[in-house]
């Protein structure tokens, strides 16, 4: 069963800092482009960041660039998310998805077709 699983999650303060891992299990991930995505309460779903199969493109939001940077160990199955100097505006739930996209990458989740449950993270003091 192909199955995408999020970690890293947690609470934490303004300004502080937090790893996300997103690893597959039941397929390889560097056959997929893969993105980061959040929903908080109340809001629509925004697509974070996304990198490409080889890693060799990234895209961020405007809301996170400069402060978040996505990486892969296609080795380990694993894509990462690095997010500094959190804010309170970036406590969501975060969710990591897979696209099939063979060039780039792209923020739009209408492009994904594996998802994980999602990792709670907040940014509170």
């Known amino acids: 069963q192909s199955q995408l699983v999020e970690s890293g999650g947690g609470l934490v303060q303004p300004g502080g800092s937090l790893r996300l891992s997103c690893t597959a299990s039941g397929f390889t991930l560097d056959d997929y482009a893969i993105g980061w995505f959040r929903q908080a309460p109340g809001k629509e779903r925004e697509g974070v960041s996304c990198?490409?199969?080889?890693?060799?493109?990234?895209n961020y939001a405007d809301s996170v660039k400069g402060r978040f940077t996505m990486s892969r160990d296609n080795a380990r199955n694993t894509v990462f998310l690095q997010m500094n100097s959190l804010k309170p505006e970036d406590t969501a739930v975060y969710y990591c998805?897979?696209?099939?996209?063979?060039?780039?990458?792209?923020?739009?989740?209408?492009?994904?077709?594996?998802w994980g449950q999602g990792t709670q993270v907040t940014a509170s003091s």
């Open positions: 998805a897979a696209s099939s996209l063979a060039w780039g990458c792209s923020r739009s989740g209408n492009l994904y077709i594996f």
């Open positions: 990198i490409s199969r080889s890693g060799g493109s990234t």
